[in-house]
């Protein structure tokens, strides 16, 4: 069976340092891999997303990610935060089946608190 | 676009009563899903479904109900609350099995 685990459920971290939010995942087939930011009292919004191609990945807001097969992971990564991305970010895998039929569903992780500090 | 919207924002319930969340999408997405969210515990699946008049129970089913007559709405129906349902909950559709898109939530507490 699929899971998804967020290996931190806080990191604070100063304004303008890097930051890296790490996601590792299980799955015996092939999958899609997602990052949404949860801004307060707001809905989830997609970050970035992995289909297919490059391993890089270049999102929204100057985050980008890479998805590593062979350790199952997609972290996320910023090179300098900003208060404003301060907010909760969640990892989510959903399998690459041709035929899935009623299976396309989305897993998630329980999510990283990203609190950024002046 | 308004995307995916959510109605009401916020609810209080008495336990006991009812109420039906109104979800209505207008992108021509076959998938729809509920979910709920509580601190520290993610998103947890309570129903979804992968057109009009089909739907499926997800992890977290017991206590609701969902219809899904058309392909823009998917109404959550609370028959009779309890305090484990205080929670907000989120709506969200996608085409296919890629990136689904959020409504702003419906914060409901049941005292």
């Known amino acids: 069976a699929q899971s998804v685990t967020q290996l931190d459920s806080q990191v604070p971290v100063f304004e303008e340092a890097p930051v890296e939010l790490r996601c590792n995942y299980s799955?015996?087939?092939?999958?899609?891999l997602f990052w949404y930011v949860q801004y307060p009292n707001q809905g989830l919004q997609l970050l970035l997303k992995y289909l297919s191609g490059s391993t890089l990945v270049k999102g929204i807001n100057g985050f980008e990610a890479e998805f590593n097969k062979s350790q199952t992971s997609f972290h996320l990564r910023k090179p300098s935060v900003h208060i404003s991305d301060t907010a909760e970010y969640f990892c989510?895998?959903?399998?690459?089946?041709?035929?899935?039929?009623?299976?396309?569903?989305?897993?998630w992780g329980l999510g990283t608190s990203l609190a950024v500090n002046p | 676009n308004a995307g995916v919207t959510q109605t009401p924002k916020f609810r209080i319930l008495k336990i006991g009563q009812s109420m039906t969340l109104q979800c209505t999408q207008d992108?021509?997405?076959?998938?729809m899903y509920w979910y709920r969210q509580d601190p520290g515990m993610g998103l947890k699946l309570i129903y979804y479904?992968?057109?009009?008049?089909?739907?499926d129970k997800g992890e977290v089913p017991n206590g609701y109900n969902v219809s899904r007559s058309t392909t823009e709405d998917f109404p959550l129906r609370l028959e009779l609350a309890a305090p484990s349902q205080t929670s907000v909950y989120f709506c969200?559709?996608?085409?296919?099995?890629?990136?689904?898109?959020f409504g702003q939530g419906t914060r409901l507490t049941v005292v």
């Open positions: 992108m021509n997405h076959n998938y």
């Open positions: 479904s992968v057109g009009a008049g089909i739907t």
């Open positions: 989510a895998v959903s399998e690459r089946k041709r035929n899935a039929g009623n299976n396309r569903k989305l897993i």
């Open positions: 969200a559709s996608s085409p296919l099995n890629t990136e689904a898109f």
């Open positions: 799955s015996s087939v092939s999958v899609y």
